[in-house]
């Protein structure tokens, strides 16, 4: 139980374009979503925190206007990384909590901006 | 600045010793820790939780926790070069109101044959 779907695993888009990830909890309501950055050899950094029907929390110096996050239902949150540039290219992984368990994670999204 | 620390390692143990992962955190308030592995290029799996002082054990995993010394550890016995990963510790930290899982930078552990 307590499975995070995470899409897509891996894109690739062209310098300016937008790109959405989706991650969908499977078997449980996931009233709060963490969405989080992680460079090469780095740790999770928490982007923001999206709640089910409100607006997202962003941490201090993430861009609301770049990274656009949805959480429409209690399945399904989604991050819209907007006009995206290389360096914006990184591992992005949601994660969910669940009582009595922890946080489960998506299996996370490769993004390279070309 | 409320943190969790880790050594960034890398740790070297050979094939069937106990390797020791170390973790401290700042918020005194914390009450829910939490160990997870991650190998490159994968999202982190969850090992083990741990809320209260004291050990709790689970097949060849041991988490400590001591909210005293404000300080997380995690042993491996028996280690396997499967072992061999990153381990982030997570600790829920006290943020308006909520709490909010925070990670450490995570520590390499390599396991030779």
């Known amino acids: 139980g307590a499975v995070v779907s995470q899409h897509p695993s891996r894109v690739i888009c062209k310098s300016g374009t937008s790109v959405k990830i989706e991650c969908r909890s499977l078997?449980?309501?996931?009233?709060?979503m963490f969405w989080y950055r992680q460079f090469p050899k780095q740790s999770l950094m928490l982007m923001a925190t999206?709640?089910?029907?409100?607006?997202?929390?962003?941490e201090q110096g993430v861009e609301k206007d770049k990274f656009l996050i949805n959480h429409a239902s209690l399945t399904l949150s989604t991050l819209t990384v907007t006009s995206a540039h290389p360096e914006d290219s990184s591992f992005y992984i949601c994660?969910?909590?669940?009582?009595?368990?922890?946080?489960?994670f998506g299996s996370g999204t490769r993004l390279t901006v070309v | 600045q409320k943190e969790v620390e880790q050594n960034s390692g890398p740790l070297s143990v050979p094939e069937g010793a106990i390797a020791s992962l170390n973790c401290t955190y700042s918020d005194r308030g914390s009450q829910s820790f939490f160990w997870y592995r991650q190998y490159s290029g994968k999202s982190p799996e969850l090992i083990m939780s741990?809320?209260?002082?004291g050990d709790k054990e689970d097949g060849r995993f041991t988490a400590q926790l001591n909210k005293a010394s404000q300080y997380v550890s995690l042993l491996i016995r028996d280690s396997q070069p499967s072992d061999s990963a990153t381990y982030l510790c997570a600790v829920n930290l006290a943020s308006g109101g909520s709490y909010i899982p925070t990670f450490g930078r995570g520590t390499s552990l390599i396991v030779h044959p």
């Open positions: 999206s709640n089910e029907g409100s607006k997202a929390t962003y």
């Open positions: 741990i809320y209260s002082n």
């Open positions: 994660s969910a909590s669940v009582a009595n368990y922890g946080y489960t």
């Open positions: 078997d449980f309501q996931a009233t709060t």
